[in-house]
């Protein structure tokens, strides 16, 4: 027994014995600076026929990086100079090594890389590294923003919202080429006037979920824009909201006709969410040239009100999901509640999707509710064809899962695979001069 023992703890100082690693480098994703990293991790081996012990392991750079370091359950203390000493990895056996980054301010506009060695010096005196990499981008992090008064934002420098973002009755916030960035669950709750032009609003997440699949592709990172009761004549133009959970909403408030619009969008996309794209309760609201695509539930839910939407496509293509929404929903009650449709006015537009039918037209009856007004006129439609109703269908381009390029095959890029997405038309789609790319 003691003669096992001694074979199974001998130690070899001999230089040609050496650690293999699973990696020779961690390359992380880019990440705001102080804001920390995801855990990336390597393992560390020793093949060799004896026992390896390590005088030391350590960050060549010491605490002045931002990488922090775990080895085999031994965190590399910065207070005690970035290091640990004295470990031991016996033959066939391996280690495992954690690393994360929270990157100081580098005073700089674009992301700056950082960049140190975890230097494993054995016992021998050999001395073997693996490479620390990654990106830092300096951002302006702000918690529980509340606008009070009129405000612009226009920055250059990416802004992270924790917490939310609320604006006041009385006041107009105005968002200009910029980026704004929302931590899980901030949001943008409107009570007053959104103004955003050349905005692109998104979740914070900068890393990926899987080496092919950044998080920017995956829906519910943030909980989207909500336009309340008291808000009108909000403008989104040449903008984006993606991977939120609900994209934007515009509560139930009073419908004061054509004269009084709570909202328009134009050359706006709304994609990947993981509610609905847009859904409007008892609102007017005007769509041109914009693209709502990729949602678990509808990609444009009208109930009540009135609706103008020209030249827009709307593809309901959500990979993760066979319960997914319509591409179009529009209706005239919600549960026990009647909004009467005043008027849901289609044109040159694409609505299209994975299922047969797309186009979700519902009404109550009930004889409190009047109103279900409703016009399609030089469209695509995914939906079975309506011959006895020429009045309300004009120059529609019926699609049916028979035809020869339809649905997905419309679009340049359709990768579920990889969730990449490109809703310009194909040359070969029979939809050329429709929708938001005509």
């Not at 085999?72 to 031991?88: A, I, K, P, Q």
């Not at 408030?253 to 054509?258: I, T, V």
């Not at 529009?330 to 026990?336: L, T």
Request: with cysteine.
């Amino acid at each position: 027994m003691f003669t096992a023992c001694s074979d199974n703890d001998s130690f070899t100082t001999s230089p040609t014995a050496t650690l293999a690693f699973s990696t020779d480098s961690v390359i992380m994703d880019t990440v705001f600076s102080t804001v920390g990293s995801r855990t990336y991790d390597f393992w560390v081996y020793n093949r060799s026929r004896d026992g390896l012990r390590l005088s030391s392991v350590r960050l060549r750079q010491g605490n002045q990086t931002g990488f922090r370091v775990n080895v085999d359950g031994s965190y590399l203390d910065n207070t005690l100079g970035s290091v640990v000493t004295d470990l031991e990895v016996r033959k066939d056996d391996s280690i495992r090594v954690f690393v994360e980054l929270t990157a100081p301010f580098n005073q700089q506009p674009d992301p700056q890389m950082i960049e140190d060695d975890l230097v494993f010096l054995l016992e021998s005196g050999v001395e073997q590294r693996v490479a620390l990499r990654g990106w830092a981008w300096d951002a302006e992090l702000l918690t529980d923003v509340r606008v009070s008064s009129d405000m612009l934002i226009e920055s250059q420098k990416p802004i992270v919202i924790y917490g939310g973002l609320r604006v006041d009755s009385a006041a107009t916030l105005t968002i200009h080429n910029t980026t704004l960035y929302f931590h899980d669950q901030a949001g943008i709750d409107v009570y007053g006037t959104l103004i955003a032009d050349g905005a692109t609003l998104r979740g914070d997440r900068l890393d990926h979920m899987f080496d092919y699949l950044p998080y920017d592709r995956v829906s519910g990172q943030w909980r989207g824009v909500t336009i309340h009761s008291s808000s009108y004549n909000n403008q989104i133009i040449g903008s984006e909201i993606r991977n939120a959970c609900d994209g934007l909403v515009c509560d139930s408030a009073a419908f004061f006709g054509p004269d009084v619009q709570r909202l328009y969008m134009e050359r706006t996309t709304i994609h990947n969410c993981k509610g609905a794209g847009l859904l409007a309760y008892n609102s007017y609201v005007g769509l041109s040239r914009c693209q709502l695509t990729n949602t678990l539930g509808d990609c444009l839910c009208i109930i009540g009100g009135a609706a103008v939407v020209d030249r827009c496509t709307l593809a309901q293509f959500y990979p993760l999901s066979a319960d997914r929404g319509a591409a179009l929903r529009f209706a005239n009650f919600s549960g026990d509640y009647a909004y009467p449709l005043e008027a849901m006015q289609m044109t040159g537009s694409i609505v299209t999707g994975y299922a047969d039918d797309v186009v979700m037209g519902e009404a109550r009856d009930d004889d409190s509710i009047t109103s279900f007004n409703y016009y399609f006129e030089n469209s695509l439609l995914r939906t079975p064809a309506v011959e006895d109703d020429s009045l309300r269908f004009v120059n529609i381009r019926w699609e049916t899962p028979d035809d020869s390029i339809q649905g997905k095959q419309r679009f340049l890029t359709i990768d579920e695979d990889n969730l990449i997405y490109d809703f310009h038309l194909d040359s070969l789609s029979t939809a050329r001069g429709l929708g938001c790319y005509d």
